[in-house]
């Protein structure tokens, strides 16, 4: 473990702040969660929405950050709900890994859930969400228009499986 000499915060921001550590700017980012969801039907369940970063809507995983205190299982149910709605089923943790260590200590957690059970989606306010299934047949080829990385790698792992 690598531990820091110095450290002065260049920038504090409602999702992440900035700090220069031993010389290089850093991103400090809250842990995230990632769900590959199936649903009763064996379709994967994906999100469209914009994002900013990318200028485009982008086809992802359900996903977000943990709250303060929060583990990484519990956001990932309540993002899963929030976004899609579906809930219930059995969960297994199928990776985790730092998104961009080149700059950012953010560490995602990639989850598989199936048997789930429809609910009502309950997106945050500031959210635009479209639910897309996906045949789980249909995710080799799926994989070849993903732009989003934690969508990448959880589909991965899932046709690893």
Do not use: N
């Not at 969801?37 to 990318?54: I, K, N």
């Not at 809507?57 to 977000?64: D, F, K, M, R, V």
């Not at 199936?114 to 045949?135: A, I, N």
């Amino acid at each position: 473990m690598i531990v820091a000499v110095s450290r002065e915060r260049l920038f504090a921001g409602r999702v992440f702040d900035v700090v220069r550590e031993d010389g290089k700017d850093v991103v400090v980012h809250a842990p995230a969660v990632a769900v590959v969801a199936l649903d009763a039907d064996d379709h994967v369940v994906l999100v469209r929405q914009p994002r900013a970063g990318a200028r485009r809507q982008l086809l992802e995983l359900p996903a977000g950050i943990l709250d303060e205190g929060e583990e990484p299982l519990a956001a990932a149910r309540r993002e899963l709900r929030e976004e899609t709605g579906l809930h219930g089923g059995e969960w297994q943790l199928l990776a985790s890994f730092f998104t961009t260590p080149g700059f950012s200590d953010e560490l995602m957690y990639v989850y598989l859930a199936s048997g789930l059970d429809d609910g009502e989606p309950e997106p945050d306010d500031d959210e635009q969400l479209e639910v897309v299934r996906v045949p789980r047949g249909d995710v080799p080829a799926l994989i070849e228009s993903v732009e989003d990385a934690k969508t990448l790698v959880g589909l991965l792992l899932l046709l690893r499986r």
